[in-house]
């Protein structure tokens, strides 16, 4: 439930929505084109790029702040998970959405759901190795999201590259019928990709996490000089990454084709080069794309 307080904050021109049925009958009767950015809260400035490119290019707009339980394993986050509905609903009124569904974990998986949304190949590479159940409940509940609202244009960000990938699949394999617009990655000055993870660290390790996008443009840069040989790019990625005492682990440094996620030996045609890393206990990751039409 939607505390009174916050109620007060919302605008009169932005709708707050708790349950499917009233979210369906406003899809219903909102004017096209409808745009949809689906989202897990504690907004930030890469979540809002999303928004205000969404409004800009939609008669009506719709944001969804649903943390899903179903994408995270039980090791990780899901209880800490940041969240501020509070500013979120602050933060999405000034930015002209015209509505918000919140739904409650019980309104999206009542007693009793057991329908998945289960992707192939790709959702086991890169990010589906090391969290085996993501990509299905990633797939999941943005299946459901657009059973819900119908969008015509959907809003994701490069941030999550596989993600953008899955979606893309899902999308093509079900007839979804929605168009998927991916949207640049949002950085600190220092280049550390915007998260809401990003919460986690320290101010100092918040700096130092630079790092991060600095190792994956010396990777980029070389591939640039003209380096096809993608081990030689994952060593430079590397190089980079260890010589700062914050990262505590690399999970993976990953030089894969676009199409089905698969690690390239020779860089032929677009490839996205992507690293998931670790510091203490919070994971991290960055992607950029290798291609000559950027
Ligand atoms: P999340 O709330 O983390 O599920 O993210 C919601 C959407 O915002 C996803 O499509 C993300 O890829 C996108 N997003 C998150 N961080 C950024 C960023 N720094 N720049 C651009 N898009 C982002």
Not at 56 to 69: D, G, H, K, R, Y
Not at 250 to 257: F, K, L, R, W
């Amino acid at each position: 439930m939607i505390p009174v307080l916050i109620a007060e904050v919302i605008s009169e021109n932005m709708e707050v929505i708790e349950t499917i049925p009233q979210m369906v009958d406003w899809t219903r009767q909102t004017p096209r084109s409808l745009g949809l950015v689906p989202t897990m809260g504690a907004l930030h400035q890469g979540h809002l790029s999303l928004v205000e490119k969404a409004r800009s290019e939609n008669v009506s707009l719709a944001v969804t702040i649903f943390v899903n339980p179903t994408q995270f394993s039980e090791s990780e986050d899901l209880s800490s998970y940041p969240r501020d509905i509070e500013a979120d609903l602050e933060i999405l009124k000034n930015a002209q959405v015209d509505a918000v569904f919140v739904p409650e974990v019980t309104e999206m998986y009542p007693g009793g759901y057991d329908t998945w949304v289960d992707v192939g190949d790709i959702a086991g590479k890169l990010e589906g190795e090391w969290r085996a159940e993501h990509f299905r409940g990633v797939a999941t509940i943005v299946t459901k999201l657009f059973g819900i609202i119908r969008p015509d244009f959907a809003y994701f960000g490069q941030k999550d590259g596989q993600q953008t990938v899955v979606l893309n699949q899902i999308v093509r394999d079900l007839h979804l019928g929605v168009d998927l617009v991916i949207c640049p990655t949002i950085r600190d000055e220092n280049g550390l990709a915007l998260s809401s993870r990003n919460k986690y660290l320290t101010l100092a390790q918040q700096s130092d996490a630079g790092v991060i996008y600095r190792s994956l443009v010396a990777g980029k840069t070389k591939w640039e000089k003209g380096e096809k040989r993608a081990v030689v790019i994952r060593d430079t990625v590397e190089r980079v990454l260890m010589e700062s005492d914050l990262i505590t682990e690399i999970d993976y440094i990953s030089v894969a084709d676009l199409d089905g996620l698969n690690e390239v030996r020779l860089i032929g045609g677009d490839a996205m080069l992507s690293v998931a890393v670790r510091i203490g206990s919070v994971r991290l990751i960055d992607n950029v794309i290798l291609s000559l039409s950027t």
